[in-house]
């Protein structure tokens, strides 16, 4: 007869044999819907990994969810192979990424490993864990960041350790003005995501937009759009770990993030796929919750740190500011950069629209002179844009209002000092040397103009 004592006693130390030895139990996978793999057996927490045997060898999988026995598991790569009642075994511990100052001048995918075929990534000793930084221990942002854009330097100017959104639509020129940036930086490391969008671009920014300079000291992270949901997700996230690192290193970081957009179109994908109830415009509630717990990884540093000042671009779809990504974005960002539709159709490069930008630190890193400059000048473009119409069409007589005479004659000079070539590096000391020349011109003609206009 069995002793129920005995037996529970047995099972016990079996149970304790298990957990000490780090031995998984197996557990069969019931269910394929789309990339979601439902398994039964498993016993894993949220974000390990498991391994799921394939005809083609072994896959890994992430768990995402659960209901009831059932787990929810994300692939990161292809489904191919993937069999009905296949074994599931959880994974005692979970890849790191190889941190470590080897990181610079390589390109890896979007859970650290390498892509540039220059072999593996010697990793630190010592395992990296980022933290949180208490909103207390940050440094203020006091320092201008020089980024080589004439129109950003001058108009939009960036603090070291800020946050910006780089807003555009389809095809706008998002990429070639993160190229820019990415040339005419003065900071330290460049981290660069390129997530979720086309793989040729890859290759391209890395040959053509940073090469071989700009590249000694920039980490690409490549996630493209043909990856899985899980990747492209990841990919974000690696990137802010590895500007994280750097800048713990007391390293000055700048992050560009190409784009938060399909980080939340990926999360979109996973959330939805596990059953979570879409919200706004089909996005779930946990995107909205997820995007600030990205965004809040960057910034400065305590003491003794470095910064991280992180662009990210966000997709507009549609030209569409209002979207919920953007609108989102747009709250929890640092200030933000539109490139206009209108200004890259009519060939005017880099597509800044300086009346639609907005720099909120602006005023905590530059002078009062500076700041005077830059109003002017964005004053007299925008007097010209609110009576563009009337000027087209002949309405307006000139004489009739001396601010939009002068409006009028500001323009072209306004347009040549906002374009830049795309290879072209402008430093900050030159950006606002010819920003108090075009203005100290435009007030010695409107002195003069006043002076022909007084009676002898």
Request: include cysteine; glycine fraction near 10%.
């Amino acid at each position: 007869m069995i002793n129920i004592e005995q037996l529970n006693q047995r099972l016990g130390n079996c149970q304790q044999f298990v957990n000490k030895h780090k031995i998984s139990v197996a557990g069969r996978l019931v269910r394929v819907v789309g990339l979601t793999l439902e398994a039964v057996g498993v016993k894993a927490h949220v974000g390990s990994q498991c391994l799921v045997e394939t005809a083609f060898g072994d896959l890994i999988a992430e768990v995402v969810g659960f209901a009831g026995d059932k787990t929810f598991l994300m692939p990161e790569q292809s489904l191919q192979g993937v069999q009905p009642g296949a074994r599931v075994v959880p994974l005692a511990t979970k890849a790191r990424l190889p941190l470590s100052m080897d990181l610079l001048g390589r390109v890896v995918d979007g859970i650290g490993k390498p892509l540039d075929g220059k072999g593996p990534i010697k990793a630190n000793d010592t395992p990296y864990r980022s933290e949180m930084l208490n909103p207390l221990a940050r440094r203020a942002i006091s320092e201008p960041l020089d980024v080589g854009v004439r129109s950003i330097n001058s108009f939009i100017t960036v603090g070291k350790g800020q946050r910006m959104g780089l807003f555009a639509g389809s095809g706008v020129g998002k990429s070639v003005l993160l190229g820019m940036m990415t040339r005419g930086t003065t900071a330290d490391v460049i981290v660069v995501g390129l997530v979720g969008e086309r793989g040729r671009e890859v290759k391209e920014f890395i040959e053509e937009i940073l090469g071989e300079e700009g590249r000694k000291r920039s980490v690409v992270v490549a996630a493209p759009a043909d990856n899985s949901p899980l990747m492209r997700l990841k990919g974000c996230e690696t990137a802010v770990t590895i500007s994280e690192y750097f800048r713990d290193q007391g390293l000055n970081v700048l992050l560009l993030l190409d784009s938060i957009t399909r980080y939340a179109q990926a999360q979109r994908e996973i959330a939805l796929a596990v059953g979570e109830p879409p919200a706004t415009k089909g996005y779930p509630p946990s995107v909205f919750s997820k995007l600030p717990q990205l965004v809040e990884r960057a910034g400065n540093g305590g003491d003794g740190q470095g910064s991280i000042t992180a662009f990210y671009t966000v997709l507009t779809e549609g030209d569409d500011l209002q979207d919920p990504i953007a609108d989102a974005s747009r709250a929890i960002l640092d200030g933000h950069i539109v490139l206009s539709r209108e200004l890259a159709d009519s060939g005017h490069y880099p597509a800044v629209d300086i009346e639609g930008s907005i720099s909120r630190v602006m005023p905590m890193v530059t002078s009062p002179e500076h700041q005077d400059l830059a109003r002017q000048l964005k004053q007299s473009y925008s007097l010209y844009q609110q009576n563009k119409d009337l000027i087209t069409i002949g309405a307006y007589t000139q004489g009739s209002d001396p601010r939009i005479d002068q409006a009028i004659k500001l323009l072209p000079v306004i347009n040549f000092f906002l374009q830049q070539q795309m290879k072209e590096v402008i430093p900050y000391d030159q950006s606002l040397a010819q920003l108090q020349e075009i203005v100290s011109a435009a007030q010695a003609h409107h002195q003069q103009q006043a002076g022909q206009a007084m009676p002898s």
